[in-house]
């Protein structure tokens, strides 16, 4: 009878433990599937979480915004290119959670629908992820460097850092033809729309990158977003890699002291 009894209460002390077993385990880390549904439609996008991620704390988030080339709706081909691709090859120095969103096919970042979706997928991120609303960054590539440029303006206040790659503020002609509707409303290439841009952004903290042999996006976007910055007595800083094309992220996102410098930033 002893002997049943002890059996009975040894099963009833595990079953009871297996609840605070499975509570215990680790969350997922690494690059994590999600979606979001907005305005009767569904986007899929990618989180990051580094290796010792955890609830016990807020984590600074960052959201990036990918090139022409990643758009789509598979909600995997932005995670090739970029700050993404630069996670992969050493994770270790990245220990903030980053969200990638993804634009869709025939669209550009600047479109209000694609910004909307970009913005509520940080926000869903921010939320489940635990992400700090005082250490938030944006950084984008190409497309998506006018992307950041555009949402920077927009929002100064929400973002404690931004990281403009080989973008600007004057749409590609061949956007604009693309898009009439976009270019009715884009900024000039002219002193005003760069000064005006420096305002709004304001004092937020800027780190511009940008190839100097750009064939894609005239590195003349970034000088004179720079120029206009300082004079408008902005904090920024401005990297041109000479001889370099287009592809200026690969050597902006493996910078030693670029991660040091954006997670130093606080709002």
Known sequence: MRFTFLVCLSFLTVSLALPSCASART???????R??????ATYKYQVFLPDNWSR?????IILFLH????RGNDGLLQ??????????DN??????VVVIPQCLTDHWWTQPEMEEMALAALAAATKEFKGDAKRTYLTGLSMGGFGSWDIATKYPAKFAAVVPICGGIDLPEHVRQMYPEMAKSSYADDPKSYAEVAQKIGKTPV??????????????????????LKAAGGNVRYTEYPGVGHNSWDKAYAEPELMTWLLSQAL
């Open 27 to 33: 969350h997922e880390t690494g690059f994590l599937d």
């Open 35 to 40: 979606t979001l549904s907005l305005h009767g």
């Open 56 to 60: 016990k704390q807020k984590w600074p």
């Open 67 to 70: 090139g022409a080339g990643e």
């Open 79 to 88: 995670t090739d290119v970029g700050l993404a691709h630069a996670i992969r």
């Open 91 to 96: 994770r270790s120095r990245f220990p903030t």
């Open 207 to 228: 780190w511009i990158f940008h190839g100097g042999a750009d064939n894609t996006v005239p590195v003349d976007n970034s000088r004179k977003m720079n120029d206009a």
